[in-house]
T-cell receptor, first 117, second 109 residues
Framework: GAVVSQHPSRVICKSGTSVKIECRSL??????MFWYRQFPKQSLMLMAT?????????EQGVEKDKFLINHASLTLSTLTVTSAHPEDSSFYIC?????????????FGPGTRLLVL | QKEVEQNSGPLSVPEGAIASLNCTYS??????FFWYRQYSGKSPELIMS????GDKEDGRFTAQLNKASQYVSLLIRDSQPSDSATYLC?????????FGPGTRLSVLP
C-alpha cells in the first residue's frame, strides 16, 4: 500500500514553456501533499504544502506565481512550472501524507526530472 | 526553528559490518520519527518509522529512539553494497515534517 505516482517521469522543454507535473496517491487519500525540488548532490528542498480544496502554502523564496499548485482532490495534486527557464531544471518530487495522529507518514512519488533547454 | 541534524558523511563501512546512522532533533514535541533511503537519482523511500522509546527491528534494520536525548539512530546489520545511499531522518510533531540533510553511506565490497 501507500503508493504515490508522478507523471511524467522525465520532461524536456524549451525555455518559456509551461510544464505540468501530476502527483497521485494510488491506494489512499492524502490529506496533505508536498512538493520538493532537489538539485544534484543537494538536500531535498520543500517548495510548498498543499491541502485538498485550499490554496497551497509556499516556502519562503518560492514564487507562487511561477510554481502553480492545484490540489483538486484527495488523490491528485498538480505542479505547473510556468514560463520555465534553464535554472528551473531540477528533480521535482511530490509526497503524500496519510494516517492519523502520530501515525501520519509521508510517502514519496518517484520524481520528475525536468530539463529546460 | 525546528531542526533535524545529521552528519552528512560520507560514512564508509566494509561489507558485512554494522552501519550506524545518527540523527538529533531540536523539538521536544516531535513524536514520530522516520528513516528514508534515497539512492542517487531516485526519490526517498520509507524504510522505518518509530514512535516509542527503545528499539524497533525490521530485518537487517534497527531504529532506536531516545526521546530524553532527542536522538534517533538507524543500525544496518550485515551491510551490503546495495545499502549505499543517502539516509534521511525525519521528525513529525503532529503538524509538520522536518527532514534532516541526510547521511551518505558507502558500503565497500
Amino acid at each position: 500500500g501507500a503508493v504515490v505516482s508522478q507523471h511524467p517521469s522525465r520532461v524536456i522543454c524549451k525555455s518559456g514553456t509551461s510544464v505540468k507535473i501530476e502527483c497521485r496517491s494510488l491506494d489512499f487519500q492524502a490529506t496533505t501533499m508536498f512538493w520538493y525540488r532537489q538539485f544534484p548532490k543537494q538536500s531535498l528542498m520543500l517548495m510548498a504544502t498543499s491541502n485538498e480544496g485550499s490554496k497551497a502554502t509556499y516556502e519562503q523564496g518560492v514564487e507562487k506565481d511561477k510554481f502553480l499548485i492545484n490540489h483538486a482532490s484527495l488523490t491528485l495534486s498538480t505542479l505547473t512550472v510556468t514560463s520555465a527557464h534553464p535554472e528551473d531544471s531540477s528533480f521535482y518530487i511530490c509526497s503524500a501524507q496519510t494516517g492519523t495522529g502520530d501515525l501520519e507518514t509521508q510517502y514519496f512519488g518517484p520524481g520528475t526530472r525536468l530539463l529546460v533547454l | 526553528q525546528k531542526e533535524v541534524e545529521q552528519n552528512s558523511g560520507p560514512l564508509s563501512v566494509p561489507e558485512g559490518a554494522i552501519a550506524s546512522l545518527n540523527c538529533t532533533y531540536s523539538d521536544r514535541v516531535s513524536q514520530s520519527f522516520f528513516w528514508y533511503r534515497q539512492y542517487s537519482g531516485k526519490s526517498p523511500e520509507l524504510i522505518m518509522s518509530i514512535y516509542s522509546n527503545g528499539d524497533k527491528e525490521d530485518g537487517r534494520f534497527t531504529a532506536q529512539l531516545n526521546k530524553a536525548s532527542q536522538y534517533v539512530s538507524l543500525l544496518i546489520r550485515d551491510s551490503q553494497p546495495s545499502d549505499s545511499a543517502t539516509y534521511l531522518c525525519a521528525a513529525f510533531d503532529g503538524q509538520n515534517f522536518v527532514f534532516g540533510p541526510g547521511t551518505r553511506l558507502s558500503v565497500l565490497p
